[in-house]
């Protein structure tokens, strides 16, 4: 058996391979934890998993979609042991020009709001709404209305059927509605409630 005496030492070989990946994993833990640090642990904590696995890594195809599910589960495994939900809303993690466009959505498919509820209005209840939902629907929620992935691609990373990442979003879009035309404080004009 011939020894490779050029091959480049395991560590080089793993930066090689995570580091282009880096920036994106950062971006996507951010969209989950909602927090600089926390999505800073969160991509560290996945890195040091990861590189007892470098042969693995090396036998992937398509690395970042892979690198993107591990880092999912990784945070899902995490709310569940703390119990606990992300702590910034939507608005913060949100560029402005995306929220308009996710406020706007919601707004235009609901006449009733879009009637009575200014943005103004409807951004601190929308964040307040998307907090209540459970970890996995607020990621898809983001994933999908806010950073606008295709449903194909957070399929891949969810590893689901493109059919049930349809069918979620239908669902979560339509419990936002019901939650936030449940909330009279959006509909409250000159100190009344509208009927």
Request: charged share 30%; glycine share 4%; with cysteine.
């Amino acid at each position: 058996m011939a020894l490779l005496p050029f091959r480049p030492s395991r560590s080089k070989r793993f930066e090689k391979l995570v580091q282009p990946h880096l920036e994106a994993m950062y971006r996507f833990a951010f969209r989950l934890a909602g927090q600089q640090q926390d999505a800073e642990d969160l991509v560290q904590d996945v890195v040091v998993k990861l590189y007892p696995r470098l042969e693995e890594l090396e036998g992937i195809e398509q690395l970042r979609p892979w690198l993107n599910r591990v880092l999912y589960r990784h945070f899902i495994d995490q709310v569940r042991r703390r119990g606990r939900r992300a702590d910034r809303p939507v608005s913060d993690v949100a560029e402005p020009d995306q929220q308009a466009t996710f406020l706007d959505s919601y707004a235009a498919d609901v006449p009733e709001l879009a009637e009575q509820i200014s943005a103004g209005r409807l951004k601190p209840v929308m964040d307040s709404v998307i907090q209540e939902l459970d970890p996995d629907m607020r990621t898809l929620m983001l994933l999908h209305d806010v950073d606008g992935w295709s449903q194909e691609d957070i399929a891949r990373v969810l590893e689901i059927p493109v059919g049930t990442v349809k069918s979620r979003v239908h669902r979560c879009r339509a419990s936002l509605k019901k939650k936030l035309l449940e909330r009279p404080e959006l509909f409250q004009q000159a100190g009344r409630v509208e009927q």
